[in-house]
């Protein structure tokens, strides 16, 4: 079918139920129909997995979809599945296929029926994967989650690097479309470089989130009863509390359940019982506030978050802004509210000292970057966006005064004394 033939809202229709594309989603798919390397840079929740899934719907052959996590595979292969008759339109390649489904996999893909292969990256570099995808029609190669590519990225996995090799095994001509909600120039310059596809059509969505109100608050001993008031001004509200260790979210949780405020806590250390308990809540509404570290926020889909707090500063201002970002999805109100002490700022770089060399130097070019911006006096969200390669007017730019540096312009003495604290 060529591409004139194709009539995109009627697919969209057809296989997703939707009367719009969402921001570039069309032009996108244009493109990785017309089998261009493609480069899709937009924020969590922008709508990437459209890009490479409407395309392998139309597209003839299997599209092979790379992607970091087991679970998020898993939701999307399940999606698909709900759209179609045919079970094998979408499959997982993984370890935990016995023989026969392996049999039942292969079979759907050499007929034709499977649409979308969903592999982790250490799947397709096994031998026997390569041998056989080879010899497959393979209509092109999606890479989600790219910047694991980078290890300037949040999220580094050593096993993306070897992508380049393996899909070059696969086949020599196969279009690559690869995704990515990391904004930052270098990140991207990585994983252009990494792949190869320096001509790549890149498309690159803003990362403005206007909605949000991003503050800064120096920490003090204070911090505890700080975040209570605050909590408790907006009670009845939806929230997230971030703290750096286990520790921190236990205490903290506590503190506010003594003080009447409905919180748990979340994090790795407690068991997968208790963890879905007390995301399930969250989400229910039976209780107002997680307070958890880093391991909770992945995947979890809650519109109406009205708060996030940050009782520690990230480690990178990516941190900062995925985790913020989870404020005010419904576009509705998200105050994102950190408190910052530089003495942080070196618990985190003692953490890293037993890291190799490399990654403490990363490391710390990162932290710098997060202390510039709690420290700055001008537009958080200009500078925010000015970190992701994006210009921002706070005059005239959507969100210009939704920060606490515009809105109570601090004199360049005070906002030193106030960092010292
Ligand atoms: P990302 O991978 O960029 O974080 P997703 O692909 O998970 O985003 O999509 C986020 C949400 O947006 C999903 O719930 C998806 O169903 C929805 N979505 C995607 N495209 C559209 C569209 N064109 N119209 C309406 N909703 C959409
Ligand atoms: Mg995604």
């Not at 996995?157 to 070897?162: G, H, I, V």
């Not at 690559?176 to 792949?195: F, R, S």
């Not at 985190?348 to 709690?374: C, N, R, T, Y």
Request: hydrophobic share 35%.
């Amino acid at each position: 079918m060529s591409l004139t033939e194709i009539n995109l809202h009627q697919e969209l229709k057809k296989y997703f139920g939707f009367s719009q594309f969402k921001g570039l989603q069309e032009e996108v798919i244009k493109g990785v129909i017309a089998d261009k390397d493609t480069f899709v840079i937009m924020p969590t929740g922008g709508g990437k997995s459209l890009c490479y899934q409407l395309p392998a719907l139309i597209k003839e052959g299997t599209a092979i979809v790379v992607s970091p996590l087991i679970a998020l595979m898993k939701n999307q292969v399940d999606a698909l599945r709900s759209i179609s008759s045919e079970h094998g339109i979408a499959h997982v390649l993984n370890s935990s296929l016995n023989k026969t489904e392996i049999k039942q996999v292969k079979a759907d893909i050499s007929n034709g029926i499977t649409k979308l292969l969903y592999v982790a990256p250490e799947s397709l570099t096994k031998e026997e994967n390569v041998d056989f995808l080879k010899n497959e029609n393979i209509s092109f190669l999606a890479i989600d989650e790219a910047h694991c590519i980078s290890e300037w990225g949040h999220d580094f996995r050593p096993e993306y690097r070897n992508l380049r090799k393996i899909i070059q095994r696969i086949g020599d001509n196969i279009p690559i479309v690869a995704l990515t909600a990391t904004a930052t120039p270098k990140v991207q310059e990585d994983i252009l470089k990494n792949l190869g596809i320096t001509d790549a059509k890149t498309f690159k969505a803003s990362f403005n989130r206007p909605n949000l109100y991003y503050e800064i608050r120096p920490k003090t001993a204070n911090v505890g009863a700080d975040i209570i008031r605050f909590v408790k001004q907006n009670s009845g509200k939806s929230g997230i509390i971030y703290c750096l260790s286990r520790k921190k979210v236990e205490e903290l949780a506590q503190t506010l359940q003594v003080n009447g405020i409905k919180a748990v806590p979340y994090h790795a250390g407690l068991d997968g019982k208790k963890r879905a308990k007390h995301q399930d809540m969250f989400l229910m509404e039976d209780i107002d506030v997680v307070v958890a570290t880093i391991a909770f926020g992945m995947g979890i889909d809650k519109p109406d978050v009205r708060f996030v707090i940050h009782h520690d500063i990230p480690k990178s201002i990516e941190s900062y802004y995925q985790e913020t970002g989870r404020a005010g999805r419904d576009g509705g109100e998200g105050h994102c509210l950190a408190y910052y002490a530089y003495k942080d700022i070196e618990k985190l770089e003692k953490f890293m000292s037993g890291k190799p060399v490399a990654e403490q130097e990363i490391g710390h070019a990162l932290l710098q970057d997060v202390v510039a911006f709690a420290e700055t006096s001008i537009s958080r969200r200009k500078f925010i966006l000015h970190y992701f390669g994006e210009d921002f007017d706070n005059e005239t730019g959507d969100g210009g005064d939704m920060d606490d540096n515009v809105r109570n312009p601090k004199k360049q003495n005070e906002a030193q004394e106030d960092v010292e604290l």
